[in-house]
């Protein structure tokens, strides 16, 4: 089986079961596929495979840290695949909560992708809902700090928005390139 289709098979059964948290990563995995063509042929298989497994460390199993980036990095290490691992590991600047939560050390076992992959596979994350509908990153991040009030995840993801930003603006601008288009919806 290939990359995306055994990383498909292994969020499904590790996500299904908790609802909301499938059909974001459902939609996620839909944006992947919808914009893959800005990415290299070879790199298009990472950016689906990574967006199926992004949340893959939330599912209660794989609980270790409470962290689900670093949770499902540690998980997905056992597929043998660094790059992927790396991916889910960093995936849409979760250094910033991971450091604020006092976990840095052991995110710096993965080396972080600064690629059009990470780029696009945040640009899928943060313009997907909570139930995989289409939103805008402003859409997203209010989303994010209403449901979460204030505390770590609002601080970090506020000393991440510049990141976040560049990240989905530098994806947007490809997505132009191709005559794609670039917002969450039209």
Known sequence: ???VGRSRL???RM?????DRWKHVQGVANRAMEIANVLDKADRSYL?????????GY???LRRTGLHQLDGALYVSRLGDTRLTALVAHHSEARFEIRLRGFGNELAAYDREGSSTADALTYCDLTTGPVGQAM??????????Q????GEITAALRLARPYLEAAVGRTIERLRELGLPGEARQ
């Open 15 to 19: 996500l299904a079961p908790l609802g």
């Open 59 to 61: 599912a209660p199993p």
């Open 10 to 12: 292994i969020a499904e």
């Open 136 to 145: 805008t990153l402003d859409e997203r991040i209010s989303e994010v700090v």
């Open 48 to 56: 689906i495979a990574a967006a199926y497994l992004h949340d893959i």
């Open 1 to 3: 089986m290939d990359l």
């Open 147 to 150: 449901r979460y009030g204030e």
